[in-house]
């Protein structure tokens, strides 16, 4: 299992503090130290004072605040979770995308999903109700692009015209592409664009809000893989290729039993085909949260 600390920025009650660049250094680099593998951040560029107030919480800009984590680190992945594409133009997208992969020598992980904020699309002037149509053509805009950046790529709503000349990102074909999502739509992306997949597991309510199918339990959670795993069959791909994202439940390090839930947790979800894990420091200060990214390290992941 791989471990990637989502920004803790991104809890509800964490302080402005966590906006400041010192902190944004100091917890990129002791994730590095902690031996995580890959660091995150969501994208929100236009939240609603609704959502913040109903469990949202502060936003930065992913690609501005990862390349400045690249800029202070040397090896630990750099993971959008999510990046909105329906939000954008795909060739902004992949400029912006491709861009950080070049500023951080090709770390990359481009995590992409759909959005599900209403207020949101109509703040950046984008129908929600094509949030998937658009999601398919971006998802298939970014691989062109990335792959073949001289050859115009045309879309519903946009067309380059004549050759272009656009640099192509570190990694190669493309970075790895990683998708949200917990219904067949998602499992099929992900068969014909993804390098990995990204569920969320929780109860029918919480999937209802962010506009997705609901996986509430380990089990279901497997079957999803299975399925997943079926399809990458079928479509002649290796079935243990893509890598599955999970959340780590919350877990108090100074408590025994809920380390210990944490594993155990975990490892079932490993049996299910999980290969990274979410997780969420202490986010009550940038101090305890590098003592807990610290305190982590060595209790989990070089445990």
Not at 168 to 173: E, F, L, S, T
Not at 208 to 225: H, L, N, P, W, Y
């Amino acid at each position: 299992m791989k471990y990637t600390l989502e920004y803790p920025s991104e809890l509800p009650t964490a302080p402005e503090d966590f906006l400041q660049p010192e902190a944004i250094r100091a917890v990129a680099t002791q994730a590095e130290a902690a031996d995580f593998s890959a660091i995150a951040l969501s994208e929100h560029p236009a939240p609603s004072a609704k959502w913040r107030h109903n469990g949202g919480h502060n936003t930065l800009d992913p690609i501005s605040a990862l390349s400045f984590m690249a800029a202070a680190t040397t090896h630990i992945r750099l993971m959008t979770n999510l990046y909105v594409l329906p939000f954008r133009n795909p060739y902004l997208s992949a400029k912006a995308l491709g861009s950080l992969d070049l500023v951080s020598g090709g770390r990359l992980i481009a995590g992409v999903g759909a959005g599900y904020l209403r207020s949101e699309f109509a703040a950046v002037g984008v129908d929600i109700d094509r949030r998937a149509e658009l999601l398919d053509e971006a998802l298939a805009a970014l691989r062109s692009i990335w792959a073949d950046p001289e050859r115009p790529f045309v879309g519903m709503d946009f067309g380059a015209i004549g050759e272009l000349w656009l640099q192509r990102p570190a990694q190669q074909p493309h970075p790895p592409i990683w998708i949200g999502g917990n219904g067949a739509a998602a499992i099929r992306r992900v068969v014909e664009h993804g390098n990995g997949w990204m569920p969320i597991i929780a109860a029918v309510g919480m999937a209802s809000t962010m506009r997705t199918a609901a996986i509430e339990d380990a089990d279901q959670f497997g079957a999803a893989v299975q399925r997943l795993r079926d399809r990458l069959a079928d479509a002649g791909r290796d079935p243990h290729s893509v890598d599955v994202q999970v959340v780590c439940p919350p877990t108090d390090l100074d408590d025994e039993a809920s380390l210990r839930h944490a594993r155990d947790v975990l490892a079932e979800l490993a049996g299910h085909g999980a290969t990274w894990a979410v997780v969420h420091a202490d986010g009550s200060s940038p101090a305890a949260a590098l003592d807990y990214i610290k305190a982590f390290g060595e209790m989990v992941i070089m445990h």
